[in-house]
Antibody, heavy 119, light 108 residues
Framework: EVQLVQSETEVTKPGATVKISCTVS????????LHWVQQSPGKGLEWMGL????????TYAEKFQGRVAIAADTSTDTAYLELRSLRSEDTAVYYC????????????WGQGSLVTVSS | EIVLTQSPATLSLSPGERATLSCRAS??????LAWYQQKPGQAPRLLIY???TRATGIPARFSGSGSGTDFTLTISSLEPEDFALYYC??????????FGPGTKVEIK
């Protein structure tokens, strides 16, 4: 069974950095892009960026460029999302997702990681 | 950057009725449009990809159509479990992705 298992809830302060993990199983990690999606409370979905685990190449959404880093560790089949200079607006659920049926659609999602930014 | 507009924002229908959801792109990106369903407290679920291909396990009452900048998701006969939020998503030529703001399908 293909699964993406994310790290748990984080509570952190403004200005800090948070790092969330997403461990995959049930498929070859390097076969598919791994994406990160933000969902703020009561809001819609926002694509943040992707990593190609095969070569580590990344693409980021303009909104998050400069503040986000996505990486893949092929030794542990784990992808990471790092978000720096946190502000209250970054309070959200962060999902990892992958595309096994098509390069362009996310068919497998993690359970989500809630990040709360509060002083 | 591509902007997706979904209409209507809210659709109030009764079980058994037909739902037609629209997604319009500000510019033509690709025909690789996807539709997702999301229920409270859950991750999104892929319904349709490549504009018209149903994902694995998705009932035949869900269908997608369209190309270029105009796409439609149709639910032929609403079941109680179909009342949820629906998002469209498009990939750009630069391999970036955009989601629409969503359409809420609620019980009338």
């Amino acid at each position: 069974e293909v699964q993406l298992v994310q790290s748990e809830t984080e509570v952190t302060k403004p200005g800090a950095t948070v790092k969330i993990s997403c461990t995959v199983s049930g498929y070859t990690f390097t076969d598919y892009y791994l994406h990160w999606v933000q969902q703020s409370p009561g809001k819609g979905l926002e694509w943040m960026g992707l990593v190609d685990p095969e070569d580590g190449e990344t693409t980021y959404a303009e909104k998050f460029q400069g503040r986000v880093a996505i990486a893949a560790d092929t030794s542990t089949d784990t992808a990471y999302l790092e978000l720096r200079s946190l502000r209250s607006e970054d309070t959200a659920v962060y999902y990892c997702a992958t595309s096994t049926v098509s390069t362009d659609a996310f068919d497998i999602w993690g359970q989500g990681s809630l990040v709360t930014v509060s002083s | 950057e591509i902007v997706l507009t979904q209409s209507p924002a809210t659709l109030s229908l009764s079980p058994g009725e037909r739902a037609t959801l629209s997604c319009r792109a500000s510019q033509s990106g690709s025909n690789y449009l996807a539709w997702y369903q999301q229920k409270p407290g859950q991750a999104p679920r892929l319904l349709i990809y490549d504009a018209s291909t149903r994902a694995t396990g998705i009932p035949a009452r869900f269908s997608g159509s369209g190309s270029g900048t105009d796409f439609t998701l149709t639910i032929s006969s609403l079941e109680p479990e179909d009342f949820a939020l629906y998002y469209c998503q498009l990939r750009s030529k630069r391999l970036t992705f955009t989601f629409g703001p969503g359409t809420k399908v609620e019980i009338k």
